[in-house]
Structures are given as C-alpha cells and as structure tokens.
C-alpha cells in the first residue's frame, strides 16, 4: 500500500474532499406549495394504501446497479493512494463466484486453498509472463512454503469464517512475503501493509503500546473488512477490487472511465504498479494450484493450526506468559509484534498467540491468577457464540 491523499469520492465529483472533510452533494430546493386541489382529497385512500408498499422497496434505493453507491449518495472508502471515509464493517459473510465448496478435511493446506471458490478472474497472457518469471526461481515455492507456515491456516480459517475465497490467503506473499513486522518506505506496515489511517477505519489500533497493524489476527480481520468493502465497491468484481486495495478504489473508478471499461485486463491507465498488482497474485495462485506444469514442487503443509489464542481478562506481560507457557519470550515477541513495550496493553486487547499445543498451560496459569479472558469488541471482531 501506498501513502494516502485526498479521494475523490463520488464518481461524478471533480473537486477532492479535504482529508477529514465530507463531500457536501448539493440538492435542488423544494418546489413550493400551491393552494390544495379538490381531487387531491379523492386519492388520500388510495395513497394510505400504497404507503406501506412503497415503503417497502425503498431500502433498495441506496445502491446503483452495479452495487456500489448510488449517484449523490456518499462513498465511505479507504484506498492505498487516497483518503476517504470508510465504515468500517461488521463481519463478512458473502464472497466469491459458484458458492461454497464442500468443506475439505484431508491433510494438506495447499490442497485446501485450491478447493476453495474461484476468483473469478479471467486468464490473461500477462499472469502467463508473470508466472514464469517465478518459476524461473527453482526455490520460490520452497521458500514461499517456509514463509507462510506459521500463518496460512490463521488466514484461511478467518477467509473461510467469513466466506470469502481462500486464494486471498496468498495476498500477503505478494504484500510483505508474510511478514508481520514488514514496514514499507510510505509507513504501510505488518502483513497487509495498512497505512496509518487505513488501519485505523478498519478497527487496528495504534497506540504507543500496540499496533494492530502488525498484530497477525487483528490484521487479517481488518484486512478481510477492507476487502469485502471493496469488493462491494466494484460490483463484485475480484480484479477490480484487489487492484482498489493497491492504488485504491477512486483510482479503478477513474482508470474505468478513462476507457469506457469495468475490464481490469483493459485499464492501463492505471498506474504501473497495480498493472503488476493482479496478475503477481494470480501468478503465485497459479503455481500452487500446477506446480508440476511449471516443473516445480510445493510441500504440504499440514491441514492443522500452528498458532492458538489465550486471552487474559487484563494486562499481562510477555516474560510471564512465556514462563508459562513453557516457551521462550522471543519466541511470542516474535508471534505478537503488534504488542511494542512487550506486554498486553492497559486496555486491550489482551489476547496473544503462542504456539499451538502451549495454550493450555497459559490458560491454567492466568486461571488460577483470575486472569485468564475472552474475546471482546477490543479483538478487531465482534464476538459470537462459540468463539474461544
């Protein structure tokens, strides 16, 4: 992601709203009223009955055809490039083409990315190029394997939580190679590559002690709101929404009306590297799903989570949660880079991951202290039954 500016929002506006400033749509006066008419008296049954009717489809006024806002109605959006004004989203639930796939239980994570719904993206020459310039690397899946596994089956279980296709899990090899401390020279940060205020409209928190922008979980969640925003945003369209998340959304809708197209595979007059934006994650899509087309291998990754989540009902530090749960304090520095002066902030979230199999010991511990928690508004989610 890239620094933010000024977006101007609505597609027909031609000034840019002042960061912190909403667009003011102006509206024609109210015609003034004439004396009454007799007939009007004759229809007053008539209307008392078409009422209720009429108020029923107005619901479906707030959107255009193309599901995104409609004309003179404000466009709450956060981009890479711009500002805007996001509403930051309640949990997902809809997301990719020909519904859900039966749910897969064999034991290879790769396998289950690949059964998970389509994109919906056609091929194009340009993800061929950009597929082999991959593949000219013997090592990319080995080392793509290395760099994902801590994280990937956090990701795929949130994308699946939230119905949204599981090839998204590779969006931050293509971001920050999965790293959650990566800090772009534009101040885009963690795994996801949120800018300040992008974060912030989605839910992260950012403070001297903590930054959700590097916390795994709290970023996945705030990145899977963000897609789905956009997503809405273009229609439902997967290209169209995962270039908005790199140069932003008012930059597609001007490269779309440039020339005339909802194509992404038409747009080049969005810039350079959005062009290489799409077709870089189908590429990696594209050798997970044929490695052995491309004369490649990927190793399996076992089907089974590799992190667990203990929440604690108030601050805790690290050195004591680590002698706890039986593993070093680098080891969840490393798990938690959100957390800055190496404990849970005085008001959250109070929730760490450790690696999985150590969470029990954590839990007894923080049990028998009377602090041991649960999930809250203040985890980026709101929490449903079940949660744990």
């Known amino acids: 992601m890239l620094p933010l500016k000024p977006n101007p929002i609505d597609a027909g506006q031609s000034e840019p709203a002042a960061p912190g400033q909403r667009a003011i749509h102006r509206h024609s006066a109210r015609p003034a009223r004439g004396p009454a008419h007799p007939r009007r008296r004759t229809l007053a049954p008539v209307l008392l009955l078409l009422v209720p009717a009429l108020a029923c489809l107005l619901p479906g006024c707030a959107s255009s055809p193309e599901g995104g806002p409609a004309r003179g109605v404000e466009s709450r959006s956060v981009s890479a490039l711009e500002y805007g004004y996001v509403r930051p989203a309640a949990d997902v639930t809809v997301m990719g083409r020909g519904g859900r796939t039966a749910a897969y239980n064999g034991d290879d994570l790769w396998e289950r990315i690949r059964r998970g719904p389509s994109l919906g993206i056609s091929h194009h020459p340009r993800v061929e190029r950009a597929v082999r310039r991959m593949a000219s690397n013997p090592a990319y899946l080995t080392d793509l394997n290395r760099r994902a596994r801590p994280y990937l089956h956090l990701i795929v279980e949130e994308l699946e939580r939230a119905r949204m296709p599981t090839a998204l899990a590779l969006l931050p090899e293509?971001?920050?190679?999965?790293?959650?401390?990566?800090?772009?020279?534009?101040?885009?940060?963690?795994?996801?590559?949120?800018?300040?205020?992008?974060?912030?409209?989605?839910?992260?928190?950012?403070t001297g002690a903590y930054d959700g922008r590097n916390d795994v979980?709290?970023?996945?969640?705030?990145?899977?709101?963000?897609?789905?925003?956009?997503?809405?945003e273009m229609g439902g369209d997967w290209a169209l929404a995962l270039a908005s998340y790199n140069c932003g959304p008012g930059c597609v809708r001007?490269?779309?009306?440039?020339?005339?197209?909802?194509?992404?595979?038409?747009?080049?007059?969005?810039?350079?590297?959005?062009?290489?934006?799409?077709?870089?994650?189908?590429?990696?899509?594209?050798?997970?799903?044929?490695?052995?087309?491309?004369?490649?291998?990927?190793?399996?990754?076992?089907?089974g989570p590799a992190l667990e989540v203990v929440y604690a009902s108030r601050s805790i530090h690290l050195h004591e949660a680590a002698r706890h749960a039986g593993v070093s304090t680098q080891t969840l520095?490393?798990?938690?880079?959100?957390?800055?002066?190496?404990?849970?902030?005085?008001?959250?979230?109070?929730?760490?991951?450790?690696?999985?199999?150590?969470?029990?010991?954590?839990?007894?511990?923080?049990a028998k202290a009377g602090k041991l928690g649960g999930p809250s508004v203040a985890d980026g989610r709101r929490s449903r039954p079940g949660d744990s």
């Open 174 to 206: 293509v971001e920050s190679r999965y790293n959650p401390r990566a800090v772009s020279p534009k101040s885009a940060s963690g795994m996801w590559q949120f800018m300040p205020y992008t974060g912030r409209e989605m839910g992260l928190l950012q």
């Open 217 to 232: 979980l709290a970023s996945t969640r705030g990145a899977i709101r963000y897609l789905k925003q956009l997503y809405d």
């Open 254 to 303: 001007r490269a779309m009306r440039t020339h005339g197209s909802r194509d992404f595979w038409a747009l080049h007059a969005l810039p350079a590297e959005t062009e290489n934006y799409v077709p870089k994650l189908l590429a990696v899509l594209a050798l997970v799903e044929q490695p052995e087309r491309y004369g490649m291998r990927l190793p399996k990754l076992p089907n």
């Open 333 to 366: 520095k490393d798990l938690n880079p959100g957390l800055k002066l190496g404990r849970t902030p005085t008001h959250g979230p109070h929730r760490l991951l450790v690696p999985v199999g150590n969470g029990d010991k954590l839990r007894r511990a923080l």
